[in-house]
Structures are given as C-alpha cells and as structure tokens.
C-alpha cells in the first residue's frame, strides 16, 4: 500500500490516549496494511497507531516470526523481568535501558475482529509492552534507566 510519516518524539499525537476500534472498515484495512509498511520500511520489530498520527488501539509486530496484528490490545498477565536496550521509530538514532516482563500474556482482536490471546517472552514480551504503551501515550523514554544514548550501526563505520 504506502508507507506513511512517522511521528517523532515532541509531536503531540504521541501523549493521547487511543479510542478503541468497534468496526473493521476499509480505512482500518488500509491503515493496518500501511503500518507494516511502514514498519518494514523503517526496519522496526512494531509500531503503533498513534506513531503514524492515528488515535486508534492498533498495533503491528514482527520480531521475525512474521506479522502480528493486534487490535484493542490489552495486556492480561505478565511475570518475571528482563533489562536491555530499547529504541523506537519515533526517537529515532537513539536508545537505552529499560526493564519489562520476561513473559506477557495478552487478549486482542485480529484483523478479522475475532477475539485473539497471544503470548510472549523477551523480545515479544518487550515488543508487546511497548507498542501498547503508545496506545496510552506513553514513550519508553519515561522508563530508560540512566540516558538515552546514540545507536550506532556498524554499516555506517565502514
């Protein structure tokens, strides 16, 4: 479909709280499609509604196991910890720590609007975490223990 522009931090968009989608509708289907677009296209593991400057409970995922669409997520159980680097497309360049659940558990809708739960561990489990964060306007620069600090990429050093 299209990749669309993603929101960076500083944008308001990005502190709102999302509304719950009632009705898969074409604009829906579009938007979802353009999301992994769009995530693809930035090379990111997730992204969510609000990043692309929609105020709906969508999320898209892929951590290499393929697409994950969640729709009206919420997380129902969570248990042990895990601490390690953390980005997102909407601070882009930059990264830092932060502790989430080893193990999440949630119940969402799919594409189809039929009641779905999913589990995960590490980078699922963070994945899932931080893209509903965006669904309440929460960035994971609130939760970086220390600084947040310059990626560097190892193509750009040669």
Known sequence: ??????????????????KEVTKM???T????????DTMYEALGVGLAAP???VLKRIIVIDVGEGPIVLIN???????????????CLSVPGKSGQVTRPDY???????EDMEEIELEG???????????IDHLDGKMYV???EGELHDVTYDEEDE
């Open 104 to 110: 999440v558990k949630v119940r969402a809708l799919n």
């Open 121 to 131: 561990t590490g980078l699922l489990a963070r994945a899932f975490c931080h893209e």
């Open 51 to 53: 990043q692309v400057g």
């Open 1 to 18: 479909m299209a990749t669309r522009k993603i929101r960076e931090l500083g944008d308001e968009v990005l502190t709102k709280q999302c």
């Open 25 to 27: 509708t074409l604009r």
């Open 73 to 87: 997520p919420e997380i129902l159980e969570t248990s042990g910890e895990q601490t390690g680097e953390e980005g």
């Open 29 to 36: 289907k579009i938007l979802i499609q353009d999301m992994l």
């Open 142 to 144: 609130d939760l970086v």
